[in-house]
């Protein structure tokens, strides 16, 4: 069985995909879906493309914290928590992901840069 995932931000959404192939038999399938990505798709993509971080220079926190608490779901104390690391050493996920959260901040003004982390393909 072959598996390839995939995903990319459509419309300000994450959108993903699995494909499943089996070359013996011939059976073929796709999945799809909005938002983030179940396990054990999340993990097939940080395996195929690695982590990616989302970083900023400067944002105005309680801004930021907004943006958190809506991407992360996180409570007050954990976006604060949030905010600190992407303004020093950013927050990972998945590409998908930390273009959401970069689509996200730019909607409030906020520049946020993309990077492969250190396990992405340079």
Same mark, same amino acid.
């Given at each position: 069985?072959?598996?390839?995932?995939?995903?990319?931000? !459509?419309?300000?959404?994450?959108?993903?995909?699995?494909?499943?192939?089996? /070359?013996?038999? @011939?059976?073929?399938?796709?999945?799809?879906?909005? &938002?983030?990505?179940?396990?054990?798709?999340?993990?097939?993509?940080?395996?195929q493309t690695g982590t990616w971080?989302?970083?900023? &220079?400067?944002?105005? /926190? !309680?801004?930021?914290?907004?943006?958190?608490?809506?991407?992360y779901g996180a409570t007050l104390?954990?976006?604060?928590? #949030?905010?600190?690391?992407? @303004?020093?050493s950013g927050l990972a996920g998945?590409? @998908?992901?930390? #273009?959401? #959260?970069?689509?996200?901040?730019?909607?409030?003004?906020? &520049?946020?840069?993309?990077?492969? @982390?250190?396990?992405?393909?340079?």
């Open positions: 069985m072959r598996r390839t995932a995939g995903e990319s931000l !459509i419309r300000g959404r994450i959108e993903w995909y699995l494909e499943v192939h089996c /070359a013996h038999c @011939g059976f073929n399938t796709i999945e799809c879906g909005s &938002d983030n990505p179940p396990e054990p798709i999340r993990s097939m993509l940080l395996e971080l989302a970083t900023v &220079d400067s944002a105005p /926190a !309680i801004a930021a914290m907004r943006v958190l608490r809506k991407v104390a954990e976006a604060r928590e #949030l905010s600190d690391r992407l @303004g020093t998945t590409h @998908g992901e930390v #273009l959401y #959260l970069q689509h996200q901040l730019a909607a409030l003004g906020i &520049d946020a840069t993309v990077e492969p @982390g250190p396990t992405a393909p340079r």
